[in-house]
């Protein structure tokens, strides 16, 4: 299993990067699928995700509104389109697996994070 996200880097704040995670190795349709990030001294947490029978995403407060998460299963990708990047996004952003879509936000294969640096 094999998830790879990229697109991160130094963003000014109110910036809109979209971040990219390519899956491989398993069954994409089969699985719900999410972003989560880790800022520095803080807690790992939950961004937005898809539960694995579909449906609409579920958003953490921090950027709903601001983040819009999407996959194209054809290509066994998702994306999170950041918008009006504030200081506090900055973190590494993960893609993962999730087992449960918000809540307890049970995951099961992570990749390897990308960085978000946003500058005031």
């Known amino acids: 299993v094999q998830l790879q996200a990229s697109g991160g880097g130094l963003v000014q704040a109110g910036g809109s990067p979209r971040l990219s995670c390519a899956a491989s190795g398993f069954i994409f349709l089969d699985y719900g699928i999410g972003w989560f990030r880790q800022a520095p001294g803080k807690e790992r947490e939950g961004v937005a995700c898809?539960?694995?029978?579909?449906?609409?995403?579920y958003y953490a407060d921090s950027v709903k509104g601001r983040f819009t998460i999407s996959r194209d299963n054809a290509k066994n990708t998702v994306y999170l389109q950041m918008s009006d990047l504030k200081p506090e996004d900055t973190a590494v952003y993960y893609c993962?697996?999730?087992?449960?879509?918000?809540?307890?936000?049970?995951?099961?294969?992570w990749g390897q994070g990308t960085q978000v640096t946003v500058s005031s």
């Open positions: 898809f539960g694995r029978s579909g449906g609409r995403p």
């Open positions: 993962a697996t999730v087992l449960v879509c918000g809540g307890s936000w049970e995951s099961e294969y």
